[in-house]
């Protein structure tokens, strides 16, 4: 079974406060006289589902291009987190979460389709220090939430941010998970090739 838990960039994906706009638009048509039709795709690299890496936080850190494909690729738990504001330890605590592998987080944000309402909540739900905390002491590979940040919203030390990713655990954010059930799975969500860029829109699959 396939699932495709990427968000759609154009009607989707919610827009972060304060981000640049999405937009993709045609520079030449064929209806327009055109020999084809040519669009242009301005956004944040932090728009829709996306990974980021150690330099979005730590300066100096590694980029994107700084991985291999192998971090991209890799075994995945989907946690299914009850309703509430937040993810806590205790809602991972019986989950075998095993050293490298990357942990994705079922909220609210999936179930009330608030990750693809292509527009901002307030009252989305985010992972709490100690939930990261206790990810970090697992061992985790990459850590994925199924809304636009890991992050309480309003929060300007982004710690949640700035612990993984100082960990070298990637952050990927973003994810619809509204269709998958908890369990195993593998993750495919490898970046564009941009080089040295702190994050990079991702088209991620679970397999399983």
Request: hydrophobic residues 40%.
């Amino acid at each position: 079974m396939i699932h495709d838990i990427t968000v759609r960039l154009a009607d989707q994906a919610p827009p972060y406060p304060g981000d640049p706009p999405f937009e993709r638009r045609f520079t030449r048509t064929i209806a327009g006289g055109g020999a084809c039709n040519f669009s242009v795709l301005s956004m944040s690299l932090h728009r829709g589902t996306h990974v980021d890496a150690p330099l979005h936080f730590i300066d100096g850190g590694r980029a994107v291009g700084d991985y291999g494909l192998e971090r991209f690729l890799l075994p995945a738990l989907v946690v299914e987190v009850p309703p509430g504001p937040a993810v806590r330890p205790e809602h991972f605590a019986a989950a075998d979460v095993r050293p490298g592998q990357a942990v994705l987080f079922k909220t609210d944000n999936s179930r009330r389709g608030w990750v693809r309402s292509g527009a901002f909540t307030e009252d989305f739900v985010h992972l709490t220090l100690p939930a990261g905390q206790k990810l970090l002491e697992l061992r985790a590979g990459l850590v994925g939430i199924d809304y636009a940040t890991v992050e309480r919203r309003g929060d300007p030390s982004h710690p949640l941010h700035k612990l993984l990713l100082g960990a070298d655990i990637l952050i990927l954010e973003c994810v619809d998970l509204g269709a998958v059930p908890p369990g195993r799975y593998t993750l495919h969500c490898p970046p564009l090739s941009l080089g040295p860029a702190e994050a990079s829109p991702v088209r991620a699959v679970l397999i399983g």
